[in-house]
Every structure is written in structure tokens, then in C-alpha cells.
């Protein structure tokens, strides 16, 4: 289901992690090229190195797509393995195994195979959008954060045009009983309340029950000004933890959960959200 006005977010991670993979030669074909300064004439056609992505068989990629999408996990990993056996230098190989083992949520399994990828070809962002996601379901939120910090920089240094054209990132995937939460981030505040984060909730089959917020109402904030006249001054504003849902007759419902003087971290926002969501208070959506 789609909320009217929202931007269609993927469904699950496999998915998600899976566009990273493919999308990796178009994005690593913006980063500039760096001469060595030993050469005196440009490499031909035939001086360049066979590029390893290119060596992987196609029909098997295809097959270890199609059993990850059908959740079929120990095929899909078998087979990955074995197109990581055969192009053991290809950075896309080392992400398919990744991303297999990080939709099994065996995230620190999934770790190595993102480093050495990241080895292979460290100017691709979709390599850090892994790791960031691998961390963060690891519970490191060192990493986690430079990882953040790094794809920032990438989303706004003006050399990776497609990348920057992207508005949000996915920063984990949160098991909640029989449901599963997406943190998602927003480079800039998004849409008419100025999203920051947004939280999807899917129920045990996948479907969108409904979303939370962290947002920043301009309504909000004269009152704040009021109250707060130095914060705000400063440069603060009122938050508030909204949650958004759709009847079945197609209306968008919206509830107000709280209210955050100043921007809350990111874990007091999951934090909350989780409790939440434990508690079945949740915004849920009535099937059409």
C-alpha cells in the first residue's frame, strides 16, 4: 500500500540491498579516475584489466536474485558463494554474498564480505550504504555513524550526480516480533512537515501497516519561539514523532505522539519508536 502524497519506500531489505548491487556500475562510473604519476601515455582498450564484475555469469546472478527475492536463503547463498569463488576480486560478488547474509540478519557475517568489496572499489557509495546498513544491525553505532557521515559527504560533494539525486537512505532494518520497522534517513527534510526520519512498519507478511515520522511542522514553531527564545534564536527547532496511516477508504490519518524541543539523536527516535511498535500502538492501515 501507498499513502497518497508519500514517496514509495522498498519493501524489504533483500530488495533495497539488491539495488546497491546493481546500481554499483553506474554510480562508481561518476567517480574521476586518478593518473599514476608514472604514466606517460593513456592505457588502450587492451592495457586496461578485465573488469571482474563483467567476468560474473549472468543466469546464475539472475538465479541468486530470484531465490533471494523468494526468501529461499540457502540457495541463494549457495549460490552467491559460488559466483564469489569464481570472481573472487569482483566487488559485486563480494556485495551478492553481503547482501544475502545481511537479509538472513546475520549482519556480522555479512561485514567481511562488504570490507573487502570496499577494498576492491572504495569509491563506490552503494558499498557504504551496505556497510552502514551492516553496522547498524550490528548494533555498532561508531561505524554506523561514520558510515552516515561518509554518505553525506558523497550525497553533496557535487561528483556523484545520480547518488545525489536520491533523497533518503536506508539505516536498518529493526525485527519487532512479528513485525519488521525500516529506519530510513532523509539528506534534506523532506515533504510539507519536513520528514527527517521515517520509520515504515510491515507486518509478518510484508504489507505496510504505516509509518512514523520525525518531523518539524513550520506551525510548530512560533509557539516554540515563544517558549524557547534563545533555542530558537539559535537556530533549534520543535520536533514531533507523528504517525501516518490510511483508512480503507483511502483517507490519511495522522496522529501526534510527542513533542521534542530541539532535535532528538537518532536512538532516542528508534528508541521510542520500538517501544511503540512493542506495545501495538503503532499506526496501523485498514486493508482496502
Known amino acids: 500500500m501507498l499513502l497518497p502524497g508519500s514517496r514509495r519506500l522498498i519493501v524489504n531489505s533483500a530488495?533495497?540491498?539488491?539495488?546497491?548491487?546493481?546500481?554499483?556500475?553506474?554510480?562508481?562510473?561518476?567517480?574521476?579516475?586518478?593518473?599514476?604519476?608514472?604514466?606517460?601515455?593513456?592505457?588502450?582498450?587492451?592495457?586496461?584489466?578485465?573488469?571482474?564484475?563483467?567476468?560474473?555469469?549472468?543466469?546464475?546472478?539472475?538465479?541468486?536474485?530470484?531465490?533471494?527475492?523468494?526468501?529461499?536463503?540457502?540457495?541463494?547463498?549457495?549460490?552467491?558463494?559460488?559466483?564469489?569463488?569464481?570472481?573472487?576480486?569482483?566487488?559485486?560478488?563480494?556485495?551478492?554474498?553481503?547482501?544475502?547474509?545481511?537479509?538472513?540478519?546475520?549482519?556480522?557475517?555479512?561485514?567481511?564480505?562488504?570490507?573487502?568489496?570496499?577494498?576492491?572499489?572504495?569509491?563506490?557509495?552503494?558499498?557504504?550504504?551496505?556497510?552502514?546498513?551492516?553496522?547498524?544491525?550490528?548494533?555498532?553505532?561508531?561505524?554506523?555513524?561514520?558510515?552516515?557521515?561518509i554518505l553525506r559527504g558523497y550525497h553533496s560533494d557535487g561528483q556523484h550526480p545520480v547518488f545525489a539525486q536520491i533523497p533518503s537512505f536506508l539505516i536498518e532494518t529493526i525485527p519487532v516480533g512479528d513485525k519488521t520497522i525500516q529506519a530510513t534517513e532523509f539528506y534534506e527534510p523532506s515533504g510539507q512537515f519536513h520528514f527527517y526520519y521515517r520509520f515504515n512498519v510491515f507486518d509478518a507478511n510484508g504489507h505496510l501497516r504505516g509509518f512514523f515520522a520525525l518531523e518539524s511542522d513550520d506551525a510548530d514553531q512560533p509557539l516554540f519561539a515563544k517558549q524557547h527564545p534563545k533555542q530558537a534564536a539559535a537556530g533549534e527547532r520543535r520536533f514531533s514523532l507523528d504517525g501516518y496511516s490510511q483508512s480503507a477508504d483511502g483517507h490519511v490519518m495522522q496522529a501526534l505522539y510527542t513533542f521534542f524541543d530541539g532535535q532528538p539523536s537518532y536512538d532516542d527516535v528508534r528508541s521510542l519508536v520500538v517501544k511503540l511498535v512493542q506495545e501495538g500502538k503503532e499506526p496501523v492501515s485498514a486493508a482496502k
Open 15 to 149: 530488495a533495497l540491498a539488491l539495488a546497491a548491487v546493481l546500481l554499483a556500475p553506474e554510480l562508481q562510473a561518476q567517480v574521476p579516475t586518478v593518473p599514476t604519476q608514472t604514466a606517460k601515455q593513456p592505457a588502450t582498450a587492451a592495457q586496461q584489466p578485465p573488469n571482474p564484475d563483467a567476468q560474473i555469469d549472468p543466469q546464475a546472478e539472475a538465479k541468486v536474485i530470484a531465490s533471494l527475492q523468494a526468501r529461499n536463503f540457502d540457495a541463494a547463498l549457495t549460490g552467491a558463494k559460488a559466483i564469489l569463488a569464481a570472481n573472487p576480486d569482483s566487488p559485486k560478488a563480494n556485495k551478492l554474498v553481503g547482501v544475502v547474509l545481511l537479509d538472513q540478519q546475520k549482519s556480522a557475517d555479512a561485514l567481511p564480505y562488504f570490507q573487502k568489496a570496499l577494498q576492491l572499489s572504495p569509491g563506490d557509495p552503494t558499498i557504504n550504504a551496505l556497510l552502514l546498513q551492516a553496522y547498524a544491525e550490528s548494533g555498532d553505532k561508531v561505524h554506523r555513524d561514520q558510515q552516515r557521515a
